[in-house]
């Protein structure tokens, strides 16, 4: 795209000796100086003059959008287009029009239209963007992800361009691609507190989808980039998210110290109390983890919450061979799975105890038989049973 001054040059030369030579000077004057009112009126007396002119109804649309008046700039800006349709300017701003009026399909109909090597290198990457935005909200998602993928790839600096790409990937579903492109974001941005936050919740996710040795990997990165949010500020929120990532990558014993920095700071949330149990239960330390389950009971305000805090406590029960306050636990949680689990498990118990019962009253008859035997050889003339 050629540059502004260039432009009008060029559309200046165009008006030499026209009637609406002196409005329309006035009018890029007050542009530059960013009095838009005037130059309103000025570029209004240009179209108004030179109704076939492109150049009028452009710099018309121009102004208004500047003034935030978007329908109006947008039938400007579609005059000037009807009038010279080939012609990239207009079609850039025309899109530009057509995204804050709403208008996404139409916008991306008009992105379309343009080869974006024809542009400017800066300026490739807010034209990418501008597709993006437009192809998503008119609801072709993956078009719009390809789109900031190569707003990211043509300006490999851009942390911005890079997030962008990465949070709309990671939103959409696609998690390893979202997080290596906020990975980048974050390696050219590593000061910027909202990055590093993505980053780290794409990992965790990424944690949760995966399995075995990859699963606890990518539960590690997500400890490591979250450390320096807590040693920046060690806020609830911070020490929560970085327990979260302790949690999953294993470290149990750092877990619970990140915790109890966090229940310092909030004490009532139910979510802390939650995470300890767990923490716990994997060190077990079952006497612990019962007593931080129910705190998570106690504090949890939905049903949902609730129902997990129950369930933790139902594990734990599982754990210490308690099968009846196992069973009132998943009751209360609503999980009829573990229920049933915990009775089979106490029935196979009680058999258990059962059987080892009969065991010992079979040796103890055994020792019985036995002892009564050596008697009857201890005497006179004995020969035994």
Known sequence: ????????????????????????????????????????????????????????????????????????????????????????????????????????????????????????????????????????????????????????????????????????????????????????????????TKVRKAYVNSLIRLGREKRGDSKVAAYRKAATAAGPLAAGNASYDNLLLVSEAQLGAKDYNGAVTTLNKAQAKAGNDWLVHYYLAQASTSLGRYSDARASAQSAIDRAGSSTDKRRAWQQMGFVGEKLKDYDASIEAYRNAGDSAGVARVEENKRIAQENENIEAENAEIRKLEEERRKLEEELRGLPGGGGL
Not at 111 to 120: A, D, T, V
Not at 149 to 157: D, I, L
């Open 1 to 192: 795209m050629r540059n502004k001054t260039t432009i009008l040059f060029l559309v200046t030369a165009l008006l030499a000796g026209s009637a609406a030579m002196a409005e329309w000077e006035a009018g890029v004057a007050a542009f530059k100086a960013r009095n838009y009112s005037v130059a309103e009126k000025e570029f209004q007396e240009v179209a108004a003059k030179q109704p076939e002119w492109p150049g009028g109804h452009y710099m018309l649309g121009q102004v208004l959008l500047q003034q935030g008046k978007s329908k109006d700039a947008l039938a400007s800006l579609k005059k000037a287009y009807e009038l010279k349709p080939a012609d990239i300017n207009y079609q850039y701003v025309l899109a530009q029009a057509y995204l804050k009026t709403g208008g996404y399909g139409q916008a991306a109909q008009m992105l379309q239209k343009i080869n974006p090597s024809s542009l400017p290198a800066q300026q490739r990457g807010s034209y990418q963007k501008m597709l993006a935005v437009a192809l998503d909200r008119s609801g072709n998602t993956g078009a719009a992800l390809a789109a900031l993928k190569k707003a990211a790839e043509a300006n490999p600096r851009d942390a911005t361009a890079w997030f962008n790409y990465g949070s709309t990937a990671f939103n959409s579903g696609q998690t390893a691609a979202g997080s290596a492109a906020l990975g980048k974001a974050l390696d050219l941005k590593g000061n910027d």
